[in-house]
C-alpha cells in the first residue's frame, strides 16, 4: 500500500514528502538501485529539502510517491500524475567548471517531459543565473526520452561548461529509458 499525504497544507505535505523521501533514500540504497541514495558525496542533493519541494511544484496535487523503477511515481490521491528522474547515477562525472550538474526531470503520466530542475551544483551563481533565464531547460519540455537524447541544444554564451555538463546530464540520466 503506498504512503498517502494528508490534505491539510503545503507545508506539511513538503514535510511528508521529503521524509519520504528520506525514507525511499535509506530503504532503496541497501541494495544500491535507487538514484536517491543520502550516502552519496554529491553535496546530498538527493536528500535536500529542494528535491521533494520541486516535485511539489511542478506536481501541485502530489500526495504520495511510489516506485516505478527507474522513476518515482507522483500520485494525487490514486491519480497517476506523473514520473520524476533523478540524474544520478547515471550522470555522475559528468563535470561542468566547478563540478557535477544533477538534475530533476519530470515527465507526464505519458512519459514526456515537462519540467528539467537544476539541482544544488557547485557552479558559479553567475552562470546558473544565466542558464536558469535562457530557454535552455525549457527546450526538453514536450518530448519523449529518445527524443530528448537527440534533441541537439546549444549552449549558454558564457556559460558554456555549465550549460555542456547540463546537456550530457540529461541525456545520461534518459539514455536507459
Known amino acids: 500500500m503506498p504512503f498517502v499525504f ?9 514535510i511528508a514528502l521529503f521524509a519520504l523521501f528520506m525514507l525511499a533514500g535509506y530503504v532503496f540504497a541497501q ?21 521533494a519541494s520541486e516535485i511539489v511544484r511542478i506536481f501541485p496535487a502530489a500526495k504520495s510517491v511510489r516506485e516505478a523503477k527507474p522513476y518515482l511515481a507522483v500520485y494525487g490521491d ?9 540524474s544520478k547515477p547515471a550522470s555522475n562525472g559528468i563535470t561542468g567548471f566547478a563540478g557535477e550538474t544533477p538534475l ?10 515537462v519540467s528539467v530542475q537544476l539541482l544544488a551544483n557547485d557552479e ?19 518530448l519523449t526520452p529518445g527524443e530528448a537524447r ?4 546549444d549552449a549558454v554564451s558564457g ?10 546530464s540529461l541525456r545520461a540520466a534518459v539514455k536507459k529509458l
Open 6 to 14: 494528508s490534505k491539510k497544507s503545503k507545508m506539511k505535505t513538503r
Open 31 to 51: 541494495d544500491g538501485s535507487c538514484p536517491f541514495r543520502p550516502a552519496d558525496s554529491y553535496r546530498q542533493a538527493s536528500s535536500s529539502p529542494k528535491v
Open 78 to 86: 490514486e491519480q497517476l500524475l506523473g514520473y520524476v528522474l533523478y
Open 104 to 113: 530533476l526531470i519530470a515527465f507526464s503520466a505519458q512519459k514526456t517531459i
Open 124 to 142: 558559479s551563481p553567475n552562470m546558473v543565473g544565466m542558464i536558469l533565464q535562457s530557454p535552455m531547460l525549457k527546450s526538453w519540455n514536450g
Open 150 to 153: 537527440k534533441k541537439r541544444v
Open 159 to 168: 556559460a558554456t561548461y555549465t550549460s555542456n555538463a547540463i546537456i550530457e
